[in-house]
């Protein structure tokens, strides 16, 4: 797991479109520089710049191996920020075992506050008698 | 937990996302609307077990605010639900905006929530649906030490990015 610091910088990361886009295509293997900016118009300092936020976001790992510097995805920053909704969901079902619990006591208290009624029944023909 | 029952889905979009959760009770329906509406019963059921719910303050009309603090198990952590209802439609529907707030009022996600109550004959089926955008650093410290059980290829990450970047 991430720090929530980690995390924020995942998130302002992931907040551009053409870094996600550059994720998208290292999703399907490694690529250079090169091989990444060729469908944006963009100038390589300028994907350069992408590269490096999403670097240090540890979103991205760079090969030190060759010349050419392949980068590659890094998921586990990404599962961490998927998890949010996890834990929301969690949230939900959890909440709601609870409330399945709350509802079965409301509906005993409900049926065990109806005899006493029943004997309030009895005791009212009782008195309509006398 | 009946997890028969209870079923999930959710879009590809990490950032924001769709959540559908539904589940049967067995109890009337009008029952269930008060669950959901009265502050008194609303703390009995709100968060996780071992959770509590200090406070709760409740305007049931549209555009009133409605709004509930989580208490964490240790005592000490808090979440703050603060809602605003959008339609209010008893016993059977109820939609509202909602923001989650950490101890420090720090925005953790926000979305609209819509709760619809289908009557079973005696029993309830109570469909939410939710759109949630997640704000910031909204991490493991959540919902601490609830095992996730979520795990995720690198193939529908891959996937998921794609529809991503698409938009």
């Given at each position: 797991?991430?720090?929530?610091?980690?995390?924020?910088?995942t998130f302002a990361?992931?907040?551009d479109?053409?870094?996600?886009a550059?994720?998208?295509?290292?999703?399907?293997?490694?690529?250079?520089?090169?091989?990444?900016a060729?469908p944006?118009?963009?100038s390589?300092?300028?994907?350069?710049?992408?590269l490096?936020?999403?670097?240090?976001?540890?979103?991205?790992g760079?090969?030190?191996?060759a010349q050419?510097r392949?980068?590659?995805?890094?998921?586990?920053?990404?599962k961490?920020?998927?998890?949010?909704?996890?834990?929301?969901?969690?949230?939900?079902?959890?909440?709601?075992?609870?409330?399945?619990?709350?509802?079965?006591?409301?509906?005993?208290?409900?049926?065990a506050?109806?005899?006493?009624?029943a004997?309030?029944?009895?005791?009212a023909?009782?008195?309509?008698?006398? | 937990?009946?997890?028969?029952?209870?079923?999930t889905?959710?879009?590809?979009?990490?950032?924001e996302?769709?959540?559908?959760?539904?589940?049967?009770?067995?109890?009337?329906r009008?029952?269930?609307?008060?669950?959901?509406?009265?502050?008194e019963?609303?703390?009995?059921?709100?968060?996780?077990?071992?959770?509590?719910?200090?406070?709760?303050?409740?305007?049931?009309?549209v555009?009133?605010?409605?709004k509930?603090?989580?208490?964490?198990?240790?005592g000490?952590?808090?979440?703050?639900?603060q809602?605003?209802?959008?339609?209010i439609?008893?016993p059977?529907?109820?939609?509202f905006?909602n923001?989650?707030?950490?101890?420090?009022?720090?925005?953790l996600?926000?979305?609209?929530?819509?709760?619809?109550?289908?009557d079973?004959?005696?029993?309830?089926?109570?469909?939410?649906?939710?759109?949630?955008?997640?704000?910031?650093?909204y991490?493991?410290?959540?919902?601490?030490?609830?095992?996730?059980?979520?795990?995720?290829?690198?193939?529908?990450?891959?996937?998921?990015?794609?529809?991503?970047?698409?938009?």
């Amino acid at each position: 797991m991430t720090t929530p610091d980690h995390l924020s910088a995942t998130f302002a990361a992931l907040a551009d479109p053409t870094r996600r886009a550059i994720l998208a295509r290292l999703a399907t293997g490694e690529a250079s520089v090169t091989q990444l900016a060729e469908p944006f118009e963009m100038s390589m300092p300028a994907i350069s710049k992408h590269l490096k936020v999403l670097e240090r976001a540890h979103l991205i790992g760079r090969g030190r191996e060759a010349q050419w510097r392949p980068c590659r995805l890094e998921a586990a920053p990404l599962k961490d920020i998927s998890d949010w909704i996890d834990h929301y969901r969690q949230f939900w079902e959890q909440s709601f075992d609870r409330l399945d619990d709350y509802l079965r006591e409301l509906k005993a208290r409900d049926s065990a506050a109806q005899k006493p009624r029943a004997k309030d029944k009895k005791h009212a023909r009782k008195q309509r008698k006398n | 937990m009946p997890a028969s029952n209870a079923k999930t889905s959710s879009a590809t979009n990490l950032l924001e996302r769709d959540l559908t959760l539904t589940r049967v009770f067995d109890a009337p329906r009008e029952l269930i609307f008060q669950a959901w509406t009265e502050p008194e019963h609303l703390k009995r059921w709100w968060g996780p077990r071992g959770f509590t719910a200090p406070t709760c303050e409740v305007d049931l009309r549209v555009g009133g605010t409605w709004k509930i603090v989580m208490r964490f198990p240790d005592g000490v952590n808090e979440h703050t639900m603060q809602a605003v209802y959008r339609e209010i439609v008893p016993p059977e529907h109820l939609s509202f905006t909602n923001t989650a707030l950490d101890k420090d009022g720090t925005r953790l996600l926000e979305g609209l929530t819509t709760i619809t109550l289908e009557d079973l004959g005696g029993k309830t089926k109570l469909t939410m649906y939710t759109r949630m955008t997640g704000l910031v650093s909204y991490s493991d410290r959540m919902l601490d030490g609830m095992e996730p059980g979520w795990s995720q290829t690198l193939e529908r990450l891959g996937e998921a990015l794609a529809e991503w970047s698409k938009s």
